[in-house]
């Protein structure tokens, strides 16, 4: 029988996976003397209290508080694969978060709305739909570039294999499968809810929504992009949702299809090591919810 995880979801890390569930979150990484290290933690309110029941709004909070987890994570695996005691604090979370933001939306939000100001420019105001297109095709293409040419870093290459162990983990267990790592070898890479097709449904939205705008002045042009961020990432949330529920409909497939290709580029085949990692943060993961549903 199958399974539904419908607010489950993972992350890889340095040599290890996090898997997040309902009301705990685990991470094991791989220690250099071969071990399994990991940490297993209750989650906070935001996973527990009636935000997440609010549609769009959850999915933005719900995207801070998975930054936050992230970082969390990374800083247990940096100390697990380096030996040394890492201290990040929650002032300390925040700032990393507040600055990874800061790239990504500076990154593939403003340069391509500084560019599609540029062609505005040079067609002229009347033309701004020319404009949002190339925006939108500037973006799509960084977000793309991007994801494709970190991939070659040796240490991203193993990253992104722990990555597609998360996912073939996730996916044994939706469809009730045991939980071995030859067993879970069997399963697809991709996975309906995974942040790489939260990202590109992001994008696509943005070319979309923007293109509505029509020509804008520069400053306001910009105001309206970082505007439109945490608008645009509730959208997204919802909208995976709603196609994760309904995988197995034909049409659902056909328009995931895309989200699920470019998990191509963001996941690896993953070794029986790498599997072993992701299928112990899970079980980790189930074991602490167990623990929390009778202290509720």
């Known amino acids: ?31 250099p003397d071969g071990g399994i290290r990991i940490l297993t933690e209750p989650l906070g309110n935001l ?9 769009f709004v959850r999915g933005v909070i719900g995207l801070w508080d998975a930054l936050g987890l992230g970082m969390k994570s990374l800083a247990f695996a940096a100390q697990v694969v380096s030996g040394e005691e890492i201290k990040m604090d929650s002032k300390a979370m925040s700032g990393a978060v507040i600055i990874s933001l800061t790239f990504a939306v500076g990154l593939f939000f403003l340069v391509p709305a500084f560019v599609g100001a540029g062609v505005e420019y040079l067609f002229g105001t009347s033309s701004g739909w020319i404009g949002n297109f190339a925006e939108g095709l500037i ?47 069997r399963f697809p890479l991709e996975h309906p809810r995974c942040g790489t097709a939260f990202l590109l449904v992001v994008v696509v939205l943005s070319i979309l929504f923007f293109s509505l705008l029509g020509p804008l002045p520069i400053t306001t042009r910009l105001f309206s992009r970082l505007l439109m961020v945490p608008i645009l990432a509730g959208i997204a949330f919802e909208y995976l949702r709603f196609t994760a529920k309904y995988i ?49």
């Open 1 to 31: 029988m199958s399974n539904q995880l419908q607010f489950y979801g993972g992350q890889a890390v340095l040599e290890g996976v996090m898997m997040r569930g309902t009301k705990a979150m685990s991470v094991a990484v791989r220690a």
């Open 47 to 55: 996973y527990r209290g009636s935000i997440k029941k609010i549609p």
């Open 139 to 185: 973006r799509l293409s960084l977000v793309i570039g991007y994801v494709w040419a970190i991939g070659f870093m040796p240490d991203i290459k193993r990253l992104y294999g722990y990555h597609g162990a998360e996912h073939k983990t996730i996916n044994a267990f939706e469809a009730g499968a045991e939980l071995t790592p030859h067993t879970v070898a």
């Open 248 to 296: 197995s409909n034909p049409f659902i497939r056909l328009i995931v299809a895309p989200n699920l290709l470019m998990q191509r580029l963001t996941t690896r085949e993953p070794d029986l090591e790498m599997l072993e990692v992701a299928i112990t943060s899970f079980n980790a993961m189930r074991e602490k919810e167990k623990e929390e549903e009778i202290v509720l």
